[in-house]
């Protein structure tokens, strides 16, 4: 019986034991940590296509994120498989400190990374993927059910795990435009969070954000410092003995004046101060409006180019997630040393969920 308390008329056929909400990094180890203890699991994402998908930066691993990867490798995960096979640059942070504090970070093939998850998640016989939209969590009393989605399906499990990202409610902002959806091109997840909200569930709303992404072709990387990447680096899995000799160089750039003062002078007209986002920022992954506001104090700020492919030009600006109006953007990225002339694929943006 769900919440309506009438009985469904189309149901799944099969009753699995667990039953996984969303293909992120965290969907896929859920269901590959269930299913390898022996429980049926049906994983369900709104698109088979965008499994695993790295919606922010393409990269694994850094300060304060290394040793987990790591840890899920020792507890037979995947993320360290799927970044080894998918990595495009090793690199150890810190590398001139003490051994505390060194971290691993592999710079990866976004869409190498996704097929990678994808075939792992196919070759386990207890693992089912199901394409559709979770509208509904199923009750009897207090005991949870299944799953209705979008087509009114009932899906019965015996649990179900909820890792939805940033996509219930999912809402996006570009200066004075916001936008409903999971991530940029993905539509949001709505109706899902009611019912916790009905039943008492301590929920709150979380902010993150993205920079523009850049034509590789409209960088001027001939002027900019190149950073090659590393081979006396640990793989992330215990499965691989080292680490490729074929890794693809960044390139480092830095802000400038002239770009911080395009920053201020726009400053409300970025959804994060002119109170239009309520939600909780990242600590340790500030924005550029952050730093102009915080670090007012410096000149210029680092900024990573960084591929996110072999196979095309798309390049990832880290340092300088954003989510001031388009045409701020323009300029701003026009200001910083190499990128005078480069061309925006895609804006920057932040995102506000449940």
């Not at 795990?161 to 219930?168: I, K, P, Q, R, S």
Request: proline fraction near 5%; glycine fraction near 10%; hydrophobic fraction near 35%.
């Amino acid at each position: 019986m769900g919440n309506s308390g009438v009985w469904f008329h189309v149901k799944h056929p099969d009753i699995v034991d667990v039953i996984v909400v969303g293909a992120g990094h965290a969907g896929c180890e859920a269901a590959w940590s269930a299913a390898s203890r022996g429980a049926n699991v049906r994983l369900i994402t709104q698109n088979l296509d965008t499994i695993a998908k790295m919606s922010c930066n393409p990269a694994v691993g850094g300060i304060g994120k290394g040793h987990l990867v790591y840890e899920v490798d020792a507890l037979a995960g995947l993320m360290g498989v799927a970044a080894d096979r998918s990595a495009l640059q090793y690199r150890v942070l810190n590398r001139r400190k003490g051994p505390a504090v060194q971290a691993t970070r592999a710079q990866c093939d976004r869409r190498i990374y996704h097929m990678v998850m994808r075939q792992l998640l196919d070759s386990h016989a207890n693992i089912s993927l199901h394409q559709g939209t979770i509208s509904e969590l199923l009750f009897e009393g207090e005991r949870i059910i299944g799953v209705k989605d979008e087509f009114g399906v009932a899906h019965q499990a015996l649990s179900v795990v909820l890792t939805t990202g940033t996509f219930l409610s999912g809402l996006i902002h570009v200066g004075e435009k916001t936008i409903p959806a999971g991530r940029s091109g993905d539509a949001p997840v709505s109706g899902l969070t009611d019912e916790l909200y009905q039943r008492e569930f301590n929920l709150g709303r979380l902010k993150t954000g993205t920079p523009p992404r850049l034509d590789k072709k409209t960088i001027n990387w001939g002027v900019l410092e190149m950073q090659m990447g590393e081979t006396e680096v640990t793989p992330f899995s215990c499965l691989h003995e080292k680490v490729t000799e074929d890794q693809i160089p960044c390139a480092i750039t830095r802000t400038s004046e002239e770009g911080h003062d395009i920053i201020r002078a726009n400053m409300s007209r970025s959804p994060m101060y002119s109170g239009k986002i309520s939600g909780t920022g990242p600590r340790y992954c500030p924005s550029i409006e952050d730093k102009v506001v915080r670090f007012s104090d410096k000149t210029s700020h680092q900024i990573f180019l960084e591929p996110e492919g072999r196979d095309h030009h798309e390049v990832y600006p880290n340092g300088i997630s954003t989510s001031l109006p388009i045409d701020v953007q323009w300029k701003f990225i026009r200001s910083i040393h190499g990128l005078e002339n480069a061309v925006i694929i895609r804006p920057g943006y932040a995102i506000e969920y449940d």
